[in-house]
T-cell receptor
Framework: DGGITQSPKYLFRKEGQNVTLSCEQNLNHDAMYWYRQDPGQGLRLIYYSQIVNDFQKGDIAEGYSVSREKKESFPLTVTSAQKNPTAFYLC??????????FGPGTRLTVL | LAKTTQPISMDSYEGQEVNITCSHNNIATNDYITWYQQFPSQGPRFIIQGYKTKVTNEVASLFIPADRKSSTLSLPRVSLSDTAVYYCLVGANKAAGNKLTFGGGTRVLVKP
């Protein structure tokens, strides 16, 4: 089955720790995206990548880092510099100017 | 990226038609208009996309006037399972990196 997967579904982190969220797609899409969603709010773009080995900051990139070493994978690291990381994180992928396909999300909680 | 304005919430009843209007006064020439649906604790799901006039698929219709400064998503004969948040987005063109800006969306509640 083709699709986009995120793991883990739930993640708990202690303050001061870095944590990496996984995003994998087998849709052969060139572009991938990371969003953050807070309760009752819309999605905000963290980082996006249009092609392997290239990525750009979105609207709220501070405290986050990404890599795009493979077309299928776009992991997001939430660093200790992110002051309020508790949120629902969504990964998406797309081809050219078509629709974005979203993964099931990872809910991160900082203890 | 063009900013969008849509109602915060709407209530409806099963079997009725729901129309959600979105304003996007500064839409660019190469921008598309896209609507997504999101259920709680899930990723958004694409509903429909259009550039001008009318687009219809098995789920919804999208009406876009000639000036493209607004658009209306029409959901025919809604059911309880259509209760969700609906987002109107403008952009999705390759030159802008396919960036999408999600606003707060419209919370649609379908009542029995």
């Amino acid at each position: 089955d083709g699709g986009i997967t995120q793991s883990p579904k739930y993640l708990f982190r202690k303050e001061g720790q870095n944590v990496t969220l996984s995003c994998e797609q087998n849709l052969n899409h060139d572009a991938m995206y990371w969003y953050r969603q807070d309760p009752g709010q819309g999605l905000r773009l963290i980082y996006y990548s249009q092609i392997v080995n290239d990525f750009q900051k979105g609207d709220i990139a501070e405290g986050y880092s990404v890599s795009r070493e493979k077309k299928e994978s776009f992991p997001l690291t939430v660093t200790s510099a992110q002051k309020n990381p508790t949120a629902f994180y969504l990964c998406a992928s797309s081809i050219t100017n078509n629709e974005q396909f979203f993964g099931p999300g990872t809910r991160l909680t900082v203890l | 990226l063009a900013k969008t304005t849509q109602p915060i919430s709407m209530d409806s009843y099963e079997g009725q038609e729901v129309n959600i209007t979105c304003s996007h006064n500064n839409i660019a020439t190469n921008d598309y208009i896209t609507w997504y649906q999101q259920f709680p604790s899930q990723g958004p799901r694409f509903i429909i996309q259009g550039y001008k006039t009318k687009v219809t698929n098995e789920v919804a219709s999208l009406f876009i006037p000639a000036d493209r400064k607004s658009s209306t998503l029409s959901l025919p004969r809604v059911s309880l399972s259509d209760t969700a948040v609906y987002y109107c987005l403008v952009g999705a063109n390759k030159a802008a990196g396919n960036k999408l800006t999600f606003g707060g969306g419209t919370r649609v509640l379908v009542k029995p």
